[in-house]
């Protein structure tokens, strides 16, 4: 049982360069998200997902598009990388909004 | 707007030494808290999950508190160890999830 997975875990981008952070969980979990992190701001919410087909906004979703095909799988793109997205990216999944949440590793992202 | 506070910042203790770590938050509709643990790089580990209907949890030498009348809820550590040395978040769920900034725990031997 891997639990959730993230790849990578270190990228560089110019500005306005593309790309997908991936992430996947073998748990069966309906719901998954995505946050960042931020030095002193804490974790905030960038998408999340009730299950596939269905994907809603958090509360940083600009410049972030996602979707959700399967339940195991959950990728954000960024299509214009912007210096403002440095940043460590987390995905975690769960039963449901009111359950335990399992994090993944993180993806270390620097735009220059 | 939820807005999720995490008092102290950072806090320094002997090791053996029972501690507290703080949170409180803005709106008390939540459905539940949650305390988590972040090791420098990784990702987070889930301690504990009180739902609202609830006023404690334990695990071991862990055991959070929530008030929800107050918006706050505490984190005790008994016998603190070296290895509790961590960042501590704690995070609401109403409409969706809200992260304090977290406690940078350091305990010496």
């Known amino acids: 049982n891997a639990g959730v997975t993230q790849t990578p875990k270190f990228q560089v981008l110019k500005t306005g360069q593309s790309m997908t952070l991936q992430c996947a969980q073998d748990m069966n979990h309906e719901y998954m998200s995505w946050y960042r992190q931020d030095p002193g701001m804490g974790l905030r919410l960038i998408h999340y997902s009730v299950g596939a087909g269905i994907t809603d906004q958090g509360e940083v979703p600009n410049g972030y598009n996602v979707s959700r095909s399967t339940t195991e799988d959950f990728p954000l793109r960024l299509l214009s990388a912007a210096p403002s997205q440095t940043s460590v990216y987390f995905c975690?999944?769960?039963?449901?909004?009111?359950?335990?949440?399992?994090f993944g590793p993180g993806t270390r992202l620097t735009v220059l | 707007k939820q807005e999720v506070t995490q008092i102290p910042a950072a806090l320094s203790v002997p090791e053996g030494e029972n501690l507290v770590l703080n949170c409180s938050f803005t709106?008390?509709?939540?459905?539940?808290l949650q305390w988590f643990r972040q090791d420098p790089g990784k990702g987070l580990t889930s301690l504990l999950l009180?739902?609202?209907?609830?006023r404690e949890q334990t695990s071991g030498r862990l055991n959070a508190s929530l008030d929800k009348s107050s918006g706050r809820s505490t984190l005790y550590i008994a016998a603190s160890q070296p290895g509790d040395s961590a960042t501590y978040l704690c995070a609401v769920y109403n409409n969706d999830m809200r992260f304090g900034a977290g406690t940078r725990l350091t305990v010496k031997p």
């Open positions: 975690a999944s769960s039963w449901s909004t009111t359950d335990t949440q399992y």
């Open positions: 009180i739902q609202s209907s609830q």
């Open positions: 709106d008390s509709a939540i459905y539940n």
